[in-house]
């Protein structure tokens, strides 16, 4: 595909629909692929993967090609992906591809290249110690973890992302460069409800979320649309109002609002992020894949951690326990889902150590499918909790 050639000319506020480029759309996946892929394109035999972070694809043709998988940041600064261009340069012949987890992989035809490859990446380090470019992210272990904008970027959200993302992999780092799980692992995170990515799809997701109603500024009426933030209300707590010299406004009925923080994504004048209400939910048990089992969402089972920043250490020893209790507990194949489906959810709060509260209770329109409409249940200390928790029994 062609590459455009001549310089467009500089941009000229006076007139800007002149020289105006539009809809060209992204350029063609075709002409940033390796040749080894051009040539055996839909020609594929099987794949292997070698070691942690390292897979080969043999063609039909007999062309082998192999793919070294290393993590990223996701966020990234353009040093940073010159360096990553440095390193395709000089084994790949340029190419280089993002995966939908955004791990970096780099791809060269013959054994000897991914052992000077692998020695070359694993010798990358920031000065701060951490490594640039760990190898790893294949099979059944944990690979990069799918996460949002957080307080780099973004006006909504309950917590930080790329700082817990970091904290969670620096204590998971074995099981990334490792396959030692029954299956593969999937975490994400997202920092508001809104839930860009993939928290309600994955084995196990950290979610940021508010404990506190929105405030009503006074300005509502110059900078929202009302009926907007009105309708934006999943449970109906917002209601028309006026203020005391006669504006239009809101009046929000506290005991109703669960904290969703869809009225401010609608109207900046409805702000609800606490510094000591914000926080962060974990949420298990969600695949997308069809494998064996249907594709499932993530379900609460931590309804509130602190926002301990930096390092988030409540969160990190709550993804940790659930990952060592499926580890040590779960069969080959098994995702944490089909784990705790098959050993039941009040075993597997009991397996993870994790408390159950009334907060985990479903009482959102559809909530009754989610209770137990049977009498199979097993006695577990948290299956009492359970009947606590939902008002069935006195202590
Ligand atoms: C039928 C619908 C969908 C299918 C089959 C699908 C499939 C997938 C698959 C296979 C992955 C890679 C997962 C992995 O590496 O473990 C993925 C990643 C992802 N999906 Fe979906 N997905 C669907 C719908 C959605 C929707 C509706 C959203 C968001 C609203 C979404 C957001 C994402 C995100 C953010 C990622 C991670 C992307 C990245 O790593 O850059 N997906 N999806
Ligand atoms: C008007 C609405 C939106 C705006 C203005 C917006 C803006 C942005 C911006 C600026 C980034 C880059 C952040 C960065 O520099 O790190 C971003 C990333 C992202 N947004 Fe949005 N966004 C919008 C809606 C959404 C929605 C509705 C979803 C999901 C359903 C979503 C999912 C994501 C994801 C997954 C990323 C991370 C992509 C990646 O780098 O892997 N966004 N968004
Ligand atoms: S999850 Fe919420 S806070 Fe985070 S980037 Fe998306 S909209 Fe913003
Ligand atoms: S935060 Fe959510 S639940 Fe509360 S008033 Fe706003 S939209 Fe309604």
Redesign the pocket.
Known sequence: MALSQGRLGKYNPEKPTENRITDIGPRHFWSNFPPVIQQNYGKWAYHDILEPGILVHVSETGDKVFTVRCGGSRLMSAENIREICDIADKYCDGYVRF????NIEFMVTSYEKVQELKKDLLSRKYISGSYKFPIGGTGAGV??I?HTQGYIHCHTPATDASSMVKAVMDELMDYFTGMTLPA?V?ISMACCLNM???VH?SDIALLGIHRKPPIVDDNIDSICEIPLAIAACPVGAISPAKTEDGRKSVKIKEERCMFCGNCYTMCPALPLADKEGDGVTILAGGK??NRISEPKFSKVVVPWLPNNFPRFPEVVDAVKKIIEAYASDARKYERIGDWAERIGWEKFFEKCDLPFTEHLIDDYRLAYDTYRTSTQFKFTGKAWEVSRAAGGIDD
């Open positions: 995966t939908t987890r955004n690979t990069n799918v593969h999937r860009c990515g993939a799809c997308i894949s």
